[in-house]
């Protein structure tokens, strides 16, 4: 009898340890790559087969890329898929002339979801690009100047693809001209955003401020946000202070 107790108490345990080991590999699922084209029209196996990026979460899928609108310009893409079907698909994220791309995601599986763009310039009105989801984020625009690259990160709704809350990272130059940013990792904590980039002569403190640094960018940085991405709780750059 105590045998078969000390079993089935083993057994059990055992079960926990592998639904916790199941849950812990579906928690912050994250993805940082090039920027690669796919369209609406695409399948999901077509879309793998691109080499997208994408998050999955048993059944369901997330990618995120770009449309070559023209010969000089590409907007961002976002699309979700269930069981192979698409449920959503997001093509007016940025509709200006801003050369725009997604190359990055982080999803626990629940709610909390967050996609990287870039940017070159903002032009037309806040209504056609990020401006209008980061009007309370750490930095709410581009900047001064345009043909650096900026990086944004823009919480988005898992269900409906719609963007929440945003923020534009950057480095800033002596003229106080925007300098390129490229994320190269993200990790949800459940609590924080930790946003890893090469940025280039100089990054950013908490105060949006550039930092004082040695020579030779780009410079490693980590920047840590609040779940709605409107403050920045640190800011550290190798070779910087």
């Known amino acids: 009898m105590k045998r078969s107790r000390v079993f089935l108490l083993v057994l059990a345990l055992t079960t926990v340890a592998s639904l916790n080991s199941a849950q812990a590999q579906v928690v912050n699922q994250s993805k940082v790559g090039k920027a690669v084209p796919f369209s609406c029209k695409d399948s999901e196996a077509v879309i793998r087969s691109k080499g997208v990026v994408g998050v999955q979460n048993g059944s369901r ?3 995120v890329g770009y449309q070559q609108v023209s010969s000089t310009n590409k907007n961002p893409i976002l699309a979700r898929f269930d069981n192979g079907r698409q449920t959503w698909c997001q093509t007016n994220l ?4 801003d050369d725009s791309t997604g190359y990055g ?3 626990d599986g629940k709610d909390n979801l967050f996609a990287v763009f870039s940017s070159t310039g903002t032009q037309g009105t806040p209504a056609q690009d990020f401006r209008r989801f980061a009007t309370k984020g750490w930095m709410t625009d581009y900047g001064v ?3 650096a690259k900026a990086a944004i990160i823009a919480r988005i709704n ?3 693809g ?6 534009f990272i950057s480095s800033v130059l002596p003229n106080s001209k925007t300098n390129s940013v490229g994320v190269t990792a993200l990790d949800w904590n459940g609590a924080r955003l930790k946003v890893s980039d090469d940025a280039y002569s100089y990054p950013r403190n908490v105060l949006r401020k550039g930092m004082v ?9 980590v920047i840590e946000f609040n779940g709605t991405l409107n403050t920045a709780l640190s800011s550290k750059a190798d070779r910087c202070q």
Do not use: D, F, M, V
């Not at 940025?94 to 002339?97: H, L, S, Y």
């Not at 020579?215 to 940085?221: C, D, E, I």
């Open 162 to 167: 719609g963007p929440t809350s945003a923020t």
């Open 94 to 97: 940025e509709t200006t002339n």
């Open 145 to 147: 100047g345009g043909g």
């Open 61 to 63: 899928s997330i990618y």
């Open 158 to 160: 898992p269900t409906t």
């Open 105 to 107: 995601l982080s999803w």
């Open 213 to 221: 640094c040695l020579t030779g960018s780009p410079y490693k940085q």
